[in-house]
């Protein structure tokens, strides 16, 4: 597995991941297709800077095309502060495979080599079971249900939170 950052090459997986009702069905629904284009500028532009870590599920690294699905590391201010948050999304044909609870750790992980992003929060849908699986077996606390803005929406989730090992502990 390769973790990639997004380029501007990618505008078909983002619009297969947020414009599909089945996959955005966790997320409100699905967004238009008009301005994924520019999404993806705008988020390959932070992800080159080192802004946020936007990434790309590459399974196989000979094929830096075909993607699993994409995860991100960002921080942003919530008013009390700023918190930094991962979110995840596998395509369909790659689900129940593991490649997003692979491409979580494997992020967590580097953050916590660099020590880079601090305690790392994630913010799945109460009925995303599979998301919150992986929050619970990676480690994750749940703090408790919150309702999250996401695209101009609210979305009743799970609060999870993870803190980074001891510098002893990590590899």
């Not at 946020?52 to 008013?79: F, Y």
């Not at 502060?81 to 997003?100: A, C, K, N, T, Y």
């Amino acid at each position: 597995m390769l973790l990639r950052d997004v380029t501007v090459d990618d505008v078909d997986a983002y619009v297969r991941m947020r414009c599909d009702p089945v996959m955005m069905a966790d997320l409100g629904g699905p967004l238009p297709r008009e301005g994924m284009a520019d999404k993806v500028r705008r988020d390959a532009r932070e992800a080159a800077a080192d802004e946020s870590w936007i990434k790309m599920i590459v399974p196989d690294p000979t094929r830096p095309e075909v993607v699993a699905g994409a995860l991100t590391i960002w921080s942003h201010d919530t008013g009390d502060g700023p918190l930094s948050e991962i979110g995840w999304m596998v395509l369909p044909e790659f689900q129940g495979r593991g490649w997003g609870k692979r491409a979580v750790r494997a992020l967590l992980e580097r953050a916590w080599r660099e020590g880079r992003w601090g305690d790392v929060h994630a913010f799945p849908a109460t009925g995303n079971g599979p998301s919150n699986g992986i929050c619970r077996s990676l480690g994750f606390h749940l703090v408790g249900e919150v309702d999250m803005p996401f695209a101009d929406r609210v979305l009743r989730s799970n609060h999870w939170t993870i803190t980074p090992p001891a510098p002893q502990l990590r590899r």
